[in-house]
């Protein structure tokens, strides 16, 4: 039987060698996924850059196969993304994204790892109902920790809010739309004063999509905005929250078994 490419990441099973990978960081941008390959994997090798949805094929430093593949930008891509790399056989995801605390103790620079998200997407009501828990694996949650803690980085473990739009879904009024719908005033304090640490748009769906498909997910943000001061991504701290975002979803994957073992 002929390799089966999948339509939307480029690649199929057979593309991935004789030690295929379970395991898959998963980054919403095509450059952070770049970067990842090639500043922290070993042998890497391009699978695809398809739609934008660059994949890469690499080892960790205990030569473990791993991917370094991208999501796009939101939960509707994500969910295409994660259905086929469950389908080429990854078992654990990592998600590496970006996120604005609304918490006052969370700094930019800073990172929040999921364990659990209050999910506000579409997507995700197609694949469970709105009552389907959106937990991160505890497993791989515990992992990050560590690994934050062994590299000394500034965290958070709490819960998230995984909404679908960038502007509105997230309260803001310094956009093409300064006019909210009366639903979403004040839904930030309210956030807030439910202990929701951050916003971001891709880990809800893809922790109920673990629930639903039977694999491994979990999710690490670095800290780009505060929201309890600004609107706006703060550039300049910006690289620091993401390289240590990065940093630690790779050890991670570095000390967690492979499904089965």
Do not use: W
């Not at 000394?152 to 956009?175: H, M, N, P, W």
């Amino acid at each position: 039987m002929p390799n089966k490419q999948f339509y939307h990441i480029g690649f199929g099973q057979d593309d991935l060698g004789s030690s295929p990978p379970t395991i898959a960081l998963l980054s919403g941008d095509p450059e952070r996924s770049r970067l990842i390959a090639q500043t922290y994997l070993q042998d890497v090798r391009l699978l695809s850059e398809n739609r934008g949805l660059n994949s890469y094929l690499g080892f960790l430093p205990n030569g473990r196969p791993i991917l370094s593949a991208t999501s796009g930008m939101g939960a509707p891509s994500l969910s295409i993304v994660v259905n086929e790399l469950v389908q080429i056989g990854i078992r654990q995801i990592i998600r590496i994204g970006t996120c604005g605390s609304i918490q006052p103790h969370i700094a930019v620079g800073s990172v929040v790892i999921s364990n659990a998200a209050l999910c506000r997407q579409g997507a995700a009501n197609d694949i469970a109902p709105v009552e389907y828990p959106a937990a991160a694996d505890p497993f791989l949650t515990v992992a990050l920790v560590k690994a934050a803690q062994e590299l000394k980085a500034d965290y958070y473990l709490g819960i998230t809010a995984s909404v679908d739009t960038f502007y509105e879904g997230q309260e803001r009024t310094d956009s093409a739309n300064p006019n909210l719908m009366r639903s979403l005033h004040g839904i930030t304090e309210e956030y807030r004063r439910l202990n929701i640490l951050n916003y971001e748009m891709e880990s809800g769906t893809l922790f109920k999509m673990a629930g639903v498909y039977n694999f491994a997910a979990a999710a690490i943000c670095g800290v780009v905005a505060g929201r309890t001061v600004s609107e706006n991504i703060i550039l300049e701290q910006r690289d620091t929250a993401v390289k240590n975002a990065i940093a630690i979803a790779v050890h991670a994957a570095t000390t967690i078994f492979e499904p089965g073992n």
